[in-house]
DNA sequence: TTTGCAAGTGCAATTCATTTGCATCTGCGC
DNA sequence: GCGCAGATGCAAATGAATTGCACTTGCAAA
């Protein structure tokens, strides 16, 4: 079987000795079924959508827990604020839809190759990376 | 010629229609000379060094106003505060020792022209891109 | 060379994302 | 059920970066 269904971050954290009160309960599960990339006030938003009294503070907190247990990924596109991710089953970078904002995933085996091979002709070993690539949708070319 | 000496800072600024104001001159100076990958504060302080007066501000404006012309590149690593060197010859991306903070630069047209490659087959334009690798230095394998 | 004025600057105040101090609350191991 | 370390809410603080405003200055035109 290549996919044994992959544990819950619920599960994950409480693995990690992290305590599952009702805040994160709701902040895991926004998490866990975001199909996108969603910042610090969307996340806020979405949690109080199911649980109104949780603190913009508790979800910054718990970015950073998350992040330290290394449960999700922090990312920095170029629009000052943090975005956020849960650990992707396979790692992938990303397309930035410059007009648009859109974030869009991709994930090429040969970069990721790359990438190792270069680091080791310079001594180095790869901690993590991040490639981000700016584009917009491809215009005719009027020459 | 492969390579017809580079027009200065300062000149191309001019042909932007920018003014060289004194704060500028020194600004441009200090960019052109720098060897590494400055933030504010640390060009605050060279520029500081030649000409007492510069206000931080004036630095963060200058800043914004060469990144607008294209002069400059602005990085963001993961310490926070912006980086900032003098628009390469040719384009580089970078290692970051993740134990002193260092950055070297490295280029790979292989992993270039493979972004390309991609962005293609997703139908899309790149209009710039970042890619940050985050090492330390290669440890010999203990197992 | 002088002049006019838009662009640039210094300074202080402001913005905005993120962090933090502190009193209170609660998950969860015993 | 108890105890308490960890988590939370709230408000205040932090820190990088921006901005309003009065004053200065580069530089094109006269
Ligand atoms: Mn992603
Ligand atoms: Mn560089
Ligand atoms: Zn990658
Ligand atoms: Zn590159």
Redesign the pocket.
Known sequence: MKHPVRKTLTERC?RK????????RV?LQVLETAQDHP???ELHSRVREI?P?????????????LAEHGLIERH?FSD???RYEAVPESHHDHFINVDTGEVIEFRSDEIERIQEEIARTYGFDIVSHRLDIYVRPRQPDDD
Do not use: F, H, Q
């Open positions: 409480k000795g992290l305590r599952i009160t009702a805040p994160r902040i910042d610090v006030d649980e009294g949780v603190n913009i503070a508790t979800v910054y907190r718990t970015m950073n827990t920095s000052g604020r943090a």
